[in-house]
C-alpha cells in the first residue's frame, strides 16, 4: 500500500525502496526462524533451560545426600 500511495505521490521508487524493506524483513525472521530450528534439530537446548533444570535438581526434595 505504501508503495502505491508512494508512487502515486509522485515518488517512483517508493514501491521498490518498500519491497527491499518486506525483503529485509522477511530475511531476519527467516534467519531467527531457522537458528531456531537448527538448534532444535541438533537436540541442543537454551542455556537458560540447562541453568534452571540444574537449580531445580540441586532443591529437590529427597534428593541424594540432602540430610
Do not use: C, N, Q
Request: net charge positive.
Amino acid at each position: 500500500m505504501l508503495g502505491a500511495i508512494g508512487v502515486l505521490a509522485g515518488f517512483p521508487l517508493a514501491d521498490p525502496i518498500i519491497g527491499l524493506l518486506i525483503a529485509a524483513s522477511i530475511m531476519v525472521l527467516l534467519w531467527g526462524t531457522v537458528k531456531s530450528i537448527g538448534r532444535r534439530l541438533m537436540d541442543g537446548i537454551y542455556p537458560d533451560l540447562h541453568k534452571r533444570a540444574e537449580h531445580a535438581l540441586e532443591h529437590a526434595e529427597g534428593r541424594a545426600g540432602r540430610p
